[in-house]
T-cell receptor, first 112, second 113 residues
Framework: EDQVTQSPEALRLQEGESSSLNCSYT??????LFWYRQDPGKGPEFLFT???AGEEKEKERLKATLTKKESFLHITAPKPEDSATYLC?????????????FGAGTRLAVHP | DAGVTQSPTHLIKTRGQQVTLRCSPK?????VSWYQQALGQGPQFIFQ???????QRGNFPDRFSGHQFPNYSSELNVNALLLGDSALYLC????????????FGPGTRLTVL
């Protein structure tokens, strides 16, 4: 069964303290891994799409990387405005090719 | 560009009632997907509509049904509401040729009492 697991569930950082979020996946025929940011009470906001192992994408203080079994979201020198829940999702190619399978997310809190 | 819009923002219903949620996709998008997000969980896929037909469905009972209109807007209907249906219902739209590039709306918060 296709599965996405994110860790840690929650992470508390001091402003400027860099860290990484993990997304491990089990999916038959990966056709893309997606990172989203979700603020409380709002819909997810698209951040990155990764397609193949070794691929990296960057946006401001965020950098996403992909291996054959997991993806990391690295946050460099975070600021309080980076506080949010970060969701990872995969798109599989078996059966339903349009479906995104989400992890439960990592709740990030950055304190000044 | 208005992006994906959903209505209503919040809704309170009682067990056994029926509810209809609405979604207008982002301009240029013709595919609409619906997700249920329980508190503290990631979104769970309900179904997807393209060309006014249900293209794919997740593991949700028949109490959950939908519709897509010629202008690509969509409705999610839930019958015989249960307490466990309380959640944030998210609509995501995407262009037909790149249906994996999903843009989400702000969601409708449904509370079932």
């Amino acid at each position: 069964e296709d599965q996405v697991t994110q860790s840690p569930e929650a992470l508390r950082l001091q402003e400027g303290e860099s860290s990484s979020l993990n997304c491990s996946y089990t999916v038959s025929g990966l056709r893309g891994l997606f990172w989203y940011r979700q603020d409380p009470g709002k819909g997810p906001e698209f951040l990155f799409t990764l397609y193949s192992a070794g691929e990296e994408k960057e946006k401001e203080r965020l950098k996403a990387t992909l291996t054959k079994k997991e993806s990391f979201l690295h946050i460099t020198a975070p600021k309080p405005e980076d506080s949010a829940t970060y969701l990872c999702a995969v798109r599989n190619s078996s059966g339903g090719y349009n479906k995104l399978i989400f992890g439960a997310g990592t709740r990030l809190a950055v304190h000044p | 560009d208005a992006g994906v819009t959903q209505s209503p923002t919040h809704l309170i219903k009682t067990r056994g009632q029926q509810v209809t949620l609405r979604c207008s996709p982002k301009s240029g998008h013709d595919t609409v997907s619906w997700y249920q997000q329980a508190l503290g969980q990631g979104p769970q896929f309900i179904f997807q509509y393209y060309e006014e037909e249900e293209r794919q469905r997740g593991n949700f009972p028949d109490r959950f049904s939908g519709h897509q209109f010629p202008n690509y807007s969509s409705e999610l209907n839930v019958n015989a509401l249960l307490l466990g249906d309380s959640a944030l219902y998210l609509c995501a739209s995407s262009p037909g040729t790149r249906f994996y590039e999903q843009f989400f709306g702000p969601g409708t918060r449904l509370t079932v009492l």
